[in-house]
C-alpha cells in the first residue's frame, strides 16, 4: 500500500514538472511569435553598437520612451563615439541632460565614457563582467548590451519581464525582496533562447510595455492566453507583488534669487545630496512651507550672507513641486534685488553671472522650469 501512494506521488509529481517545463517551452516560442508580428520601432532597434546601446539603455532606465528619444538623438549627434563623450566637459554633459531627472545616470556615464577612453583604449568592453562593472551599469543594462550587441546570453530583468512572468506563472513573492528578485532572475535566464538571446531580450521588453501592460493589459487577444495563470484566475491587477511601500520625505527649498543690476549668484551642489554637480541658488531649507517673509529673513544663513545689506525682497513664487524617488521637494523662489555694490557673504564656491547667460548652466527640474516659465504667480508682500 505505501509503495503503491509512493509511486503514485512520484508519477503525479513527474506530471507536474512536465507541465512546468510544457509551459515555460510555449512561453519563450510564443513571446517570438508574438514578437514577429509586434515589434515596436525605435532608432536605436537592431543596433549593434555597444556605445549607442549603452547610452539608449541609461537614458531609459526610469524613464518614458517619448521622453528619452530627444535625449538619445541630442547626445548621440553631439558625441557621436564614447571617446567624445569623454573628452566633453562636465557642465556640458550635465546640461543635455537637464530635464531627464536621476542626474547620477549622467555623471555615471560621463565617468565610465572617461575609463573606456583611458583604461579601455576607447574600445567598448565585450564581455558582461566587464560590461557590469562599469560605473552606473546594472544587471539589466549588462544583459541588455550584451545580448544586443554581442549575442551574449544573458536574460533581462526589469519591471515588464517581472509584471509579464508574475502574471504568466502567477508568482506572487514580491519583486522587492531578494528571495523574489533571485527567483525571477532564474526564471528569466531559464526562459531565455539562448540562439536569439537580444531577439528574445527585445521581445519580452515589448510584450511587457506595449501588450502586458500594467493597468490595461491585452489579454483578450493574448496568445498567452491558455497558459498564463493570472487570465485563468483572474489576478493580473493583483500581480506582480511588491512588499514595501514607496515613503517620500518632504523637504521645503527656499531659494534666494538675489538679483545685483544684471547679475546674479549661483553655485554647484558638491555636498553629499540630491542634484550633485548640478546649479542652484542661495538656499534657505526649512522644516515646512514659509509662508511669511520674516521667517526668512531672521534665518541665520539670510543673516550671515546678507547683513549689512539693503535689499528689496520684490516677490515670492508659488510653491512648485518635483518628485524624486525618496523625496518630494517643495521649492519657492523668492525674488530679491540687492541695491548698492554689497558682495553678499556666502563664502567659496559661488559665481556671479550675468542673468541672460543662466541658460549656460544645467540646473534641477524644478529651477529649469521656475526660469522658463517665470512662473512669479503669487504676490505675497
Ligand atoms: S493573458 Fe493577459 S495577463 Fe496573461 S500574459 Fe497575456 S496579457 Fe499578460
Redesign the pocket.
Given at each position: 500500500m505505501v509503495n503503491q501512494s509512493k509511486t503514485l506521488q512520484t508519477f503525479t509529481g513527474s506530471i507536474i514538472m512536465e507541465k512546468e517545463i510544457q509551459k515555460k517551452k510555449l512561453f519563450t516560442k510564443n513571446l517570438l511569435k508574438w514578437h514577429g508580428t509586434n515589434h515596436r520601432s525605435m532608432p536605436w532597434k537592431g543596433e549593434k553598437n555597444p556605445y549607442l546601446i549603452w547610452l539608449s539603455e541609461i537614458i531609459l532606465q526610469q524613464t518614458r520612451v517619448e521622453q528619452g528619444l530627444p535625449y538619445f538623438e541630442k547626445f548621440k549627434s553631439k558625441y557621436p563615439t564614447v571617446r567624445d563623450l569623454a573628452h566633453a566637459p562636465e557642465d556640458e554633459v550635465m546640461k543635455l541632460w537637464e530635464g531627464l531627472g536621476y542626474y547620477s545616470r549622467a555623471r555615471n556615464l560621463h565617468a565610465a565614457a572617461k575609463f573606456i577612453t583611458s583604461d579601455l583604449n576607447g574600445i567598448f568592453p565585450n564581455e558582461y563582467d566587464q560590461i557590469r562593472n562599469l560605473k552606473g551599469v546594472g544587471p539589466y543594462t549588462a544583459a541588455a548590451i550584451a545580448s544586443f550587441a554581442f549575442n551574449l546570453p544573458f536574460a533581462v530583468v526589469d519591471g515588464n519581464v517581472y509584471r509579464?512572468l508574475s502574471?504568466?506563472f502567477g508568482i506572487d513573492e514580491p519583486i522587492d525582496s531578494s528571495a523574489g528578485k533571485k527567483l525571477f532572475a532564474q526564471l528569466a535566464q531559464e526562459l531565455l533562447d539562448e540562439k536569439q538571446p537580444g531577439n528574445y531580450n527585445q521581445a519580452i521588453m515589448d510584450f511587457g510595455a506595449t501588450?502586458?501592460t500594467p493597468a490595461l493589459?491585452?489579454?483578450s487577444k493574448?496568445p498567452?492566453?491558455i497558459e498564463?495563470s493570472?487570465?485563468q484566475n483572474n489576478t493580473?491587477d493583483k500581480l506582480p507583488v511588491k512588499s514595501k511601500k514607496l515613503k517620500r520625505t518632504q523637504r521645503f527649498f527656499n531659494y534666494l534669487i538675489i538679483n545685483q543690476k544684471d547679475k546674479i549668484f549661483i553655485k554647484k551642489r558638491k555636498e553629499k545630496d540630491i542634484w550633485q554637480n548640478l546649479y542652484d541658488f542661495p538656499l534657505i531649507e526649512t522644516g515646512s512651507l514659509v509662508e511669511e517673509q520674516n521667517f526668512i529673513l531672521k534665518h541665520k544663513n539670510w543673516q550671515r550672507w546678507m547683513s549689512g545689506s539693503t535689499v528689496n525682497i520684490q516677490r515670492v513664487s508659488a510653491p512648485m513641486k518635483q518628485d524624486l524617488t525618496h523625496q518630494r521637494i517643495v521649492a519657492r523662489f523668492w525674488e530679491i534685488e540687492l541695491l548698492g555694490e554689497y558682495i553678499p557673504e556666502m563664502g567659496n564656491g559661488w559665481l556671479t553671472v550675468i542673468r541672460e547667460n543662466l541658460e549656460e548652466y544645467a540646473f534641477p527640474k524644478v529651477i529649469a522650469v521656475y526660469l522658463r516659465q517665470k512662473l512669479l504667480t503669487l504676490e505675497l508682500f
Open positions: 509579464v502574471r504568466y501588450h502586458c493589459p491585452a489579454c493574448c498567452m492566453q498564463c493570472a487570465f493580473f
